[in-house]
């Protein structure tokens, strides 16, 4: 691999000759040999709207060329394109405030824009990096970042399958099954009604999340290194915050307090407890369908799921639900990501949080898996969801809890009887409320109605 020399304020060190990233990068590709996990693309994309508008901003209140300012905004496009990732190698195991990936993001657009422009123009610290801090500008990134994977992603893929089972609820209107509490057999429920719990948990997660973002459209930009905004021009903040709006087309305001942004992460924590949330609903749903659908002779059996795949490489026709099995593990990831998230969130020491990467690290995990999970599950498994009406027919009339719809006319404790006689000779509810004396054969007949149970 060939070499070139370049210099820091620390001095000279060597960078691959086909890398755009300067000293400070290479000294912490050198330093922090940890682990396969680097920062995720997801904010360097956010640090390419954050630097195009600052340079914008800064054009705007005098403080930049425009030259400068056009060759940045250039650069930051071909980020967001894409042309330009493999420029972007660090660690999330780095310093804790992000400054070494914003120094990366520095000195990919000034040497790229110098190489465009055929001379040395910009300077990453004195011009791409201009009324900032790596301190406010990394937890600007981690917001700008969460913001967009969740409005563009995440909601959209939970909405997708809120629809979806809308559709299996009006298609399984009218089917009447045994419903279950306690993993026991409780009265009927109309399959449709239980698909509308799993529906209206989505629903309110949808919502949880989305008032959520109102909190993490906040910005610490302006604060520069302690919140007091030194070297930074006044208004810098508000204008800067209404150009990353209108580059993303996504609403961002500054945060009225630049301590609190600093050194608080809080606002991504309460998100995440949102994402967390998800996860549990999720995690129901996923395991309601599994059991619904075990057998499929010896399991409840009650639903059909689409066959995806072989399930057993030694019992030969063996089907798994191996959806349900990919989405709950998806979840059990995303809750344990929820503890590394309050754990970083708690670090703040004094005028900063220092544990930034690995917390955004683990939040936008989430939110990825979150999102690609909720669509492999709504298309290979939801949409080819189908009740098996006999089976559910069958466990229906076979509910020793159906004794309930007896109970208000022979008593709590004679139904009771009437139950367990009927489990112990295996005999039916009528049989056994005949035998007891309780009942006419016609007054049963009359109120025993399982299907207007429901």
């Not at 403080?63 to 894409?82: F, Q, R, Y």
């Not at 967009?148 to 559709?167: A, G, Q, T, V």
């Not at 459209?217 to 208004?235: E, F, I, R, W, Y």
Request: with cysteine.
């Amino acid at each position: 691999m060939e070499y070139r020399i370049e210099h820091d304020s620390m001095g000279s060190i060597k960078v691959p000759v086909d890398k755009y990233y300067g000293a400070q990068t290479a000294r912490s590709l050198s330093n922090f040999k940890i682990g396969t996990e680097k920062i995720p693309p997801e904010v360097i994309r956010a640090f390419a709207y954050l630097k195009a508008a600052c340079a914008s901003t800064n054009l705007e209140l005098g403080k930049l060329k425009k030259d400068k300012a056009d060759i940045i905004n250039t650069v930051c496009k071909e980020i967001l394109d894409g042309r330009l990732d493999e420029h972007f190698p660090l660690s999330v195991w780095q310093t804790g405030s992000g400054t070494q990936s914003n120094m990366n993001v520095n000195e990919v657009i000034t040497n790229r824009g110098n190489e465009i422009l055929g001379k040395k123009l910009l300077h990453p610290n004195d011009d791409v990096n201009m009324s900032q801090s790596s301190n406010d500008t990394f937890p600007a990134a981690m917001h700008i970042a969460a913001v967009i994977e969740i409005k563009d992603k995440l909601l959209p893929s939970l909405n997708k399958l809120i629809l979806e089972f809308k559709r299996l609820e009006e298609e399984n209107t009218g089917i009447v099954k045994s419903g279950r509490t306690h993993l026991q057999d409780a009265t009927p429920i109309a399959f449709s009604q239980e698909i509308s719990g799993w529906r209206s948990s989505l629903e309110n997660n949808y919502k949880q999340i989305e008032c959520s973002l109102l909190f993490i459209k906040k910005l610490a930009l302006g604060a520069t290194a302690v919140g007091t905004g030194l070297n930074a021009p006044k208004d810098f903040d508000t204008l800067v915050a209404k150009n990353i709006s209108k580059l993303t087309g996504k609403e961002f305001v500054t945060d009225s307090n630049k301590f609190h942004a600093l050194s608080s992460k809080s606002e991504l924590v309460f998100t995440h407890g949102a994402l967390s949330s998800l996860s549990g609903d999720l995690m129901k749903i996923a395991n309601d369908i599994r059991w619904l659908a075990s057998g499929p002779r010896c399991g409840l059996g009650e639903i059909f799921i689409p066959e995806n795949e072989p399930g057993s490489s030694i019992m030969p026709g063996k089907v798994n639900p191996t959806q349900c099995e990919s989405l709950t593990m998806v979840c059990v990831q995303v809750m344990s990501n929820n503890m590394a998230v309050n754990m970083a969130s708690s670090q703040g020491n004094f005028e900063l949080n220092v544990f930034m990467p690995v917390l955004i690290y683990n939040f936008l995990q989430s939110v990825k898996l979150l999102s690609e999970g909720m669509d492999s599950f709504r298309t290979h498994c939801v949409c080819g969801i189908r009740a098996n009406k006999s089976k559910m027919h069958e466990n229906l009339y076979n509910s020793l809890m159906l004794v309930t719809a007896i109970s208000p006319y022979i008593g709590y404790e004679n139904a009771a009887k009437v139950a367990k006689l009927a489990y112990e000779k295996n005999i039916s509810l009528k049989e056994a409320a005949l035998i007891m004396n309780l009942m006419t054969e016609e007054k049963f007949d009359e109120v025993f109605k399982p299907e207007e149970m429901i």
